[in-house]
């Protein structure tokens, strides 16, 4: 298991990136991330779709699909893949701080 | 100092400078970047595995381009892309005898179960599969000759398909791509 520091934070994350575990994630480590995928600046679009994402991990125990991101969070499919343009399937859940989400739709 | 340990002391010094890779960073495979997929089969279960596939290159930022070809051309042709079926003659995944496959009404019953399946996977159906791709920016195009073949216009087909182009302009597209053929 590896580590990565975010501002001042360290946290466990998997090969891939993924936090380990999602409750040490902060608002921070979001910005951190982004950073470091080439995001750059969260928007209020961004801190839109994190939100729902870590929500909707709640309460269904896994990271959101793409396509449920884009009917359920009020950001639609085009908006994604400009918010997350090296790809919002993986993105979206890394900077939420979630696992790798299962669904490849 | 002997002439071995000063040429072996630079040899440490520029291995830090240099940062030689290491065994695991040498062997790690180059990630797919680009796919072009050629999708030449107008059947529900044959339309799928192209449109999912396209569908998670580009979640994950590999870039996708999709060619339909031959009996592909239903998928993405207006008055056939809500009507695709499942094969039940000739198909021997179905597990029924091919006489039981070929009566009337098999293959819409067929179609109707693999639909339902699909809806409770959460799986869209193909014309909202062809708008995500679409969304996502990938490239949709239409084969020249099967067009010609099939005698459709581009205004036959939907309206994501970006461009009407022959096998030799789809190379063209394709460079650097990895190319799947369905």
Known sequence: MASREYQGQTVEVDAEGFLEDSS?????????????????ELNEKHWQVIEFCRKDAEAKGD???????????????????K????GPGKLAAR?????K????? | MST?????????????????????????PEPIRKIAIICSKGTLDMAYPGLILANAARMTGIEATLFFTFW??????????????????????????????????????????????????????????????????????????????????????????DEVISAMDFYDKAAGAQILFI
Not at chain 1, 63 to 81: C, D, F, Q, T
Not at chain 2, 17 to 24: G, N, S
């Open chain 1, 24 to 40: 040490q994630w902060t608002r921070d480590i979001a910005r951190g991330i982004a950073e470091e995928v080439g995001i750059g």
């Open chain 2, 72 to 161: 592909g051309l239903d998928i993405v042709t207006e008055k056939t892309i809500d009507k695709l079926h499942v094969p039940t003659v000739g198909n021997p995944s179905m597990h029924i005898p091919t006489m039981l496959g070929g009566l009337p009404g098999m293959e819409s019953i067929a179609s109707i179960m693999m639909k339902k399946e699909m809806d409770h996977l959460d799986i869209p159906p193909v014309r909202e599969l062809i708008e995500i791709l679409s969304d996502s920016g990938a490239e949709i195009y239409g084969c020249r000759m099967a067009m010609d073949m099939f005698k459709r216009t581009q205004e036959d087909l939907v309206p994501q398909v």
């Open chain 1, 83 to 86: 918010l997350f343009p090296k």
């Open chain 2, 4 to 28: 071995q340990t000063m040429t072996e002391e630079m040899a440490a010094e520029n291995a830090v400078e240099v940062a030689i890779p290491t065994a695991e960073e040498e062997s790690r």
């Open chain 1, 95 to 99: 900077v939420s701080g979630l696992k």
């Open chain 1, 63 to 81: 990271a959101p699909g793409l396509r449920r991101i884009s009917k359920l969070s009020g950001v639609n499919m085009k908006e994604l893949y």
């Open chain 1, 101 to 105: 989400p299962h669904s490849c739709i």
